[in-house]
């Protein structure tokens, strides 16, 4: 039986990655870690994390791709790379929210989970879930706000429960005066690393084994609310990479 092989693409910003997992094992990963844009670094460091694990494009059995909330350059790039891989190479293709992959690194014994991350102009991109024997459940939809206001999203959400929160600026959480009152309930605040798409992998496979697959053809991404994820991102070069 071929070894199972799944490719993960992570363009939601600048912070992005790419990762090789075979058999349920991270294999070879790259970082985005220069400013160069995704449209000319993207396919050069696929290439490296495939000739690393010694396999080709042909040889996936699984592709998996961060559909945002994030850049609107950043995930197009992603996304219709993988389209394109998928409908070249017939391989399946499963779509994951970068926020449940932030998500999905807290611990196991957390029952409430925010998932943050900056996303410029004094706002940030979240989400607020529950872990439950069938994997993470969003408990608000994922929105684009100021830190103090998903601070009082993630309070209504889940009340005096303890919330574990993952992010990738912790500073934007900890820095906000509702932050103690928060921690007083017995919030934590964990900082991620930024290989989200190893977590992205991991969570298309779990979908894979449920023969939870995304149609290609109709995949997209979630920007939150379109309009403004555009005026955060345009003309501003650095952070649309």
């Known amino acids: 039986m071929s070894p199972a092989i799944t490719l993960a693409l992570d363009t939601s910003e600048t912070r992005g990655s790419v990762a090789l997992r075979r058999e349920g094992q991270l294999a070879s990963f790259r970082l ?8 000319s670094w993207l396919l050069p460091a696929v290439h490296e994390v495939l000739r ?4 080709t494009l042909p040889d996936l059995t699984l592709l998996a791709v961060a559909t945002g909330p994030g850049s609107f350059t950043g995930l197009r790039v992603g996304l219709t790379t993988v389209k394109a891989w998928a409908e070249v190479y017939g391989k399946r293709v499963v779509g994951v929210s970068r926020l449940r992959a932030l998500a999905h ?14 996303a410029q102009r004094g706002q940030i991109f979240g989400g607020v879930f529950r872990r439950s024997p069938d994997g993470l459940e969003s408990l608000v939809p994922e929105a684009v706000l100021a830190p103090e206001a998903f601070l009082e999203l993630v309070s209504e959400a889940c009340a005096s429960t303890p919330v574990t929160w993952v992010t990738l600026d912790p500073a934007l959480i900890s820095s906000q005066a509702k932050w103690q009152e928060r921690a007083a309930l017995g919030d934590t605040l964990f900082s991620s690393t930024e290989v989200l798409a190893d977590s992205i992998g991991e969570l298309a496979e779990e979908s894979a084994s449920k ?8 995949l997209d991404a979630n920007y939150v609310r ?8 345009k003309g501003n070069a650095k952070h649309v990479r």
């Open 52 to 55: 690393e694990s010694v396999c």
């Open 32 to 39: 985005h870690e220069t400013g160069e844009d995704y449209s």
């Open 226 to 233: 379109r309009s403004d994820a555009e005026l955060f991102w």
């Open 105 to 118: 690194r807290g611990p196991k014994t957390a029952s409430c989970i925010a998932a943050c991350y900056d």
């Open 211 to 218: 023969h939870e697959f995304s149609d290609p053809v109709t």
